[in-house]
């Protein structure tokens, strides 16, 4: 093509309107992909308080002015289940799904926390001994999933497992679960923003909150706290620049932790001190509003129910 015919067919490209500017520096301003309400570690019982209490922290998410779409519940639904009967199990669900029938209008989906894990010891030959019970009464597909909302991939981990001896519990992500979750991001590929749900964090510096985790001047942190088998999250994570944030509940305690690129979160506790007051050490009972964005970026705003 000549220097003639060139200029020829660019004759013939569409004019631009004036209106619009050819090059553009400033980048695109973000927008929110979604924004859904962080509650967890909520260990309702059937007494007034925790009743109250939690229908008045669904009450206070849904009248918002900018309301959440969805609930994400982050674990420990009911008070415990380790160590309860089979009846004693069965009165804290029923307190959960009175409130939930009576008070919350959002869907809301689910992640395994350690007291929703039926571990009586009388139970273990009961069909529903272990997450069995959770599963079905969250009506959730499985221990672990993944599912797709508006442009973002959740990622919801069960971050609780039984100890080598059998007992309740130690945090880690077993190796079936592993397989699946390398598979899952790799079907997902480098681009669609992911966040990752555990109940027990993969990377919080609440561990360090308590003397008791130092033993002669050496810090001790069990798989209980942070999950054992984080550094293998860790690496695995840093293969995918779109694993944006990681969420988790547990300790009852607020941090962030921006770490090779991920947002880890650790979103305090509905029920604060476990109903006993309101503050579990420096960290007021509340829950979160979580808003995700189209670029990748994540805030959050931890709020005060009562
Ligand atoms: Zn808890």
New binding site residues.
């Given amino acids: 093509m000549n220097r003639r015919t060139l200029l020829k067919s660019a004759a013939l490209l569409p004019l631009v309107p004036a209106s619009q500017p050819l090059l553009t520096t400033a980048p695109a301003a973000r927008k929110r992909s979604v924004r859904f309400a962080y509650i967890g ?1 909520t ?1 309702i019982t059937p007494d007034t308080k925790p009743m109250e209490s939690i229908a008045k922290c669904f009450h206070h998410a849904q009248n918002q002015a900018d309301k959440p779409s969805f609930v994400l519940h982050g ?2 639904v009911i008070m415990d289940a380790l160590k309860q009967d089979r009846d004693g199990v069965q009165k804290q669900w029923d307190a959960w799904h009175t409130v939930m029938k009576a008070d919350n209008s959002l869907p809301i989906e689910y992640c395994i ?3 929703d894990v039926w571990g009586f010891e009388g139970a273990k030959s009961d069909p529903m001994y272990g997450k069995k019970w959770a599963v079905d009464l969250m009506k959730i597909s499985g221990r672990y999933r993944s599912f797709d909302k508006n442009g973002w991939h959740f990622i919801i981990l069960d971050s609780v497992q039984p100890k080598p001896d059998g007992m309740w519990y130690t945090g880690n992500i077993d190796p079936e679960q592993l397989d699946w979750l390398k598979q899952d991001l790799a079907k997902t590929g480098t681009k669609t923003p992911v966040l990752v749900m555990s109940h027990i964090p993969i990377f919080s510096p609440t561990a360090f909150f308590s003397e008791q985790n130092n033993k002669d001047g050496n810090w001790t942190i069990s798989g209980g706290l942070v999950l054992s088998n984080t550094p293998e999250l860790l690496k695995l994570f840093y293969q995918y620049p779109n694993v944006k944030t990681a969420l988790s ?2 300790m ?1 305690l607020l941090d962030r932790v921006d770490y090779n690129g991920v947002t880890y979160l650790c979103n305090g ?1 509905v ?1 604060g001190n ?1 109903w006993k007051s309101d503050t579990y050490q420096q960290t007021k009972a509340g829950y979160a509003l979580i808003d995700l964005y189209d670029d990748g970026t994540v805030e959050r705003t931890y709020l005060q129910y009562a």
Avoid: I, M, V, Y
Wanted: zero cysteines.
């Fill in positions: 570690d260990h674990g420990d926390g350690n007291h509940g547990h009852h506790a029920s476990w």
